[in-house]
């Protein structure tokens, strides 16, 4: 090895992080005495740091005048590239420590159609930015299973919707959506802009493909029938599924707003405006529970707390807008 190239290891490996991160708060003040407050050091300590670190490097980071400071184009590149070069590394610290603490480095989130809807990319954003070192894996159910893999325990957290027998599985509320009818384009309602609960209750109804009697007894008006009995002649575990079934007549369909903005084919939608909202929630199992699920739980409510917006146009539809994009 040539003596220089040794030489150039060396004070390469003389560097410390601290200077590295000094040099990043100069260039971002462009301003000595500014970085030097900003640090809570002295102006004469922070520029003994910057100089020692060019020395190390060899390289001039700034270019120097009595007025003011400048990046030399070496020190442009070389920021940028530091820049990168600490996101990884704090990254490899955060997911060691995550480790360390009994995390994984990833996290089965399940989800029914729709997910959590619009609140679903931020809620992933965000937690991404918390968790970088850790990979969240997607896995979809149909409304055959509607804890969305929790109860069996094939996932660790889920978005879901609300009711179904808990058994163990809490919940953290996101939104509530209104309900909204599916019926074909000759039915004897199809022409109206609304209907009540009560309309419903005689029609046949085509049910979710799930065992659970309280998810079942919610999406098929049991709680205002009165006793009137519930004729369900087909069941299906998908959208797509019944998107198929409702043409053909075997029935009607009840389902949430957001079943707008799917195209369907020989389908009206009209809202149900006096039955009880759909609560959507980010579920997980007592059995299950870890720091990352519980660090996923509370992403999900502080985005929640902090998008009004987003929370009022779910919860209080404009029936009339189709343009409202879906989002797994």
């Known amino acids: 090895m040539k003596f220089i190239d040794l030489m150039f290891r060396i004070n390469v490996m003389d560097v410390h992080t601290r200077q590295l991160r000094y040099f990043m708060e100069v260039a971002d003040a462009m301003s000595f005495t500014r970085a030097a407050q900003r640090l809570h050091i002295s102006q004469q300590g922070l520029s003994t740091q910057i100089k020692q ?8 980071l700034f ?22 070069t600490l996101d990884c590394l704090d990254s490899a610290v955060e997911r060691a ?3 360390q ?3 994984r480095d990833h996290l ?18 965000a937690f991404g930015e918390r968790h ?11 409304y055959d299973n509607p804890t969305a893999g929790l109860r069996e325990g094939s996932v660790d ?15 953290e509320t996101l939104f509530t959506e209104p309900l909204m009818v599916m019926v074909p384009e000759n039915h004897r309602l199809a022409g109206r802009t609304e209907v009540r609960v009560g309309e419903l209750v005689n029609e046949t109804i085509i049910g979710a493909a799930a065992r659970d009697p309280e998810w079942n007894a919610f999406w098929e008006l049991d709680a205002y029938r009165d006793g009137c009995p519930t004729t369900v002649t087909h069941r299906t ?10 043409p053909l007549g075997l029935g009607i369909v009840v389902t949430v707003a957001c079943a707008r903005w799917l195209p369907f084919p020989g389908i009206r939608l009209l809202p149900i405006i006096d039955a009880a909202p759909n609560e959507v929630a980010v579920g997980w199992h007592d059995a299950r529970e870890s720091a990352l699920v519980r660090s996923f739980v509370d992403v999900a409510t502080k985005i929640r707390d902090s998008r009004p917006d987003l929370v009022k146009l779910l919860q209080e539809p404009d029936f009339t807008n189709r343009e409202m994009p879906f989002h797994l």
């Open 97 to 99: 420590r995550g480790i």
């Open 237 to 246: 575990g998908s959208a797509l599924e019944t998107q198929y079934k409702v």
């Open 132 to 142: 970088p070192g850790v990979t969240v894996h997607m896995r979809q159910s149909g």
């Open 53 to 60: 670190l060019e020395r190390a490097l060899d390289i001039v």
């Open 157 to 171: 957290v889920a978005f879901v919707r609300r009711p179904f027998t808990s058994n163990g599985i809490r919940c």
């Open 101 to 103: 603490r009994g995390e």
């Open 108 to 125: 089965v989130l399940g989800t029914l159609e729709g997910a959590a809807l619009t609140l679903t990319a931020p809620i992933l954003e």
């Open 63 to 84: 270019a120097r005048t009595t007025r003011k400071i400048e990046l030399t184009a070496a020190g442009s590149a070389f920021l940028q590239d530091i820049r990168h």
